[in-house]
DNA sequence: ATATAAATAACTACCAGTCATTTATATTGC
DNA sequence: GCAATATAAATGACTGGTAGTTATTTATAT
């Protein structure tokens, strides 16, 4: 049986080959907003994509990798648009608004931000584990120098309401990530539960009590060690 | 070939049924004490276990079902140890340092805390989900009164407490989950960030400043919905 | 001796990742 | 300007694994 005849076009220049990963990458994006971390798979994401499976091992060394590339494109993102939300000055608590609706409002970012140590970090080469983590400094020193402002708080004081905004965010989404049966026929102690873990709240009442804690701490006992 | 006589004995009644079951558990818990979460398969255990796989499958309905089981168990486990390691009174650093390390000191409480919505409680029953949740509301309220006389907090707050100290667990252990491989060759910048997220400070500095907050908000407006 | 159901082993349908082969396209020689 | 050759992008068949299913075997209670 003779090869159906499909006139595949090849990316030969560097541009042609940064333009189908960029293409595979707006494919994979779309597919795992559809279907989710656990359930996303190559053989499918291939199909979609309008390639075979082996190609796309030619654009990321792992599945994983893939990931990781679609994290930091959806950091870049976020990272810009929240710091495009933030006034001169502002309350902690509407700060901590706009942080948790900006972040939602991008689908991708914290689903992957939440599995970026326990699965992706993982089958990842580490020079391109260290590339991004030095992106992720360079956002944090970028949201940083935004917070410092909006808040009036030192360069030190952003910093560590930045990095601990984000354990938070981490924490306070968890249980949006629980399977959808939410108002079904749970029990009411069960349903009670699940909204007294509801993620906006959680995450803006503790994002206050922590900036405010910052806030009131003696600037040079930043950072003690245990 | 005819099959190797293996002399299998058999689980009939209910005891004998639960007896096996646990100790399927307690192979399943060494093992993924060794490889983790990710790398654990049912094959392996059940080799491990001395079972074939489909036997693993009449004591449980699912991979994450195991799960599961092995998360309630751990979760009671360390709610009994970090009760009983409070004493009367304390400061809220001491409290947040004793639940950072009871919780730790328990090396499967913490890995599948932090999976459980994501992973686990997907392809469970719902009843079965039901009942876990149940036992979680249970334990809060065990914590709850323990931590409401320790830390001198009405029970409405000291059930804030519990609970938003769960979500800062998660968020504060997941640079933990992280590839091991930090000492090694990674430059100074990104060993910097790593240590900026040491879980441990990170934990306790910011639980005192969550119960702080709690402590100095009116007891009445607990609980406010956006 | 018979009935029951626990345990088995072979099976399905998937998965991530690999690699020899095919072939589109750029380069080179005429 | 055109054809031959070299390059490497794309393919598809493959490996070795996974979770979960089920007809069959067989230990044990009745």
Redesign the pocket.
Known sequence: ?????????????AE??AA?RQRVLDDAESYFLEVGYE????????KRA?????????????????FLTLYEQSLERWSEAFIASLPNQLTSERYAELLYTTAMADGTFVPLLIRLEHVIEH?VAIDRLIASKRLFIGQVEAIAAKTSAALTLSSEQATEVVKTMGVLLIGATRSDQGPALDQEDLPLDVSALIESFASKPLFVKNAVRIIEGIRGEPANAQQSRT
Request: charged content about 25%; overall charge positive; proline content about 0%.
């Open positions: 049986m003779k090869t159906v005849a499909n006139f595949r076009q090849r990316a030969r220049s042609q080959k189908r359930a996303f798979s190559l053989t499918q994401l291939a309008d390639v075979v499976k082996g190609t796309l091992y030619l654009y990321f060394q792992t599945k994983e990798e893939l089958n």
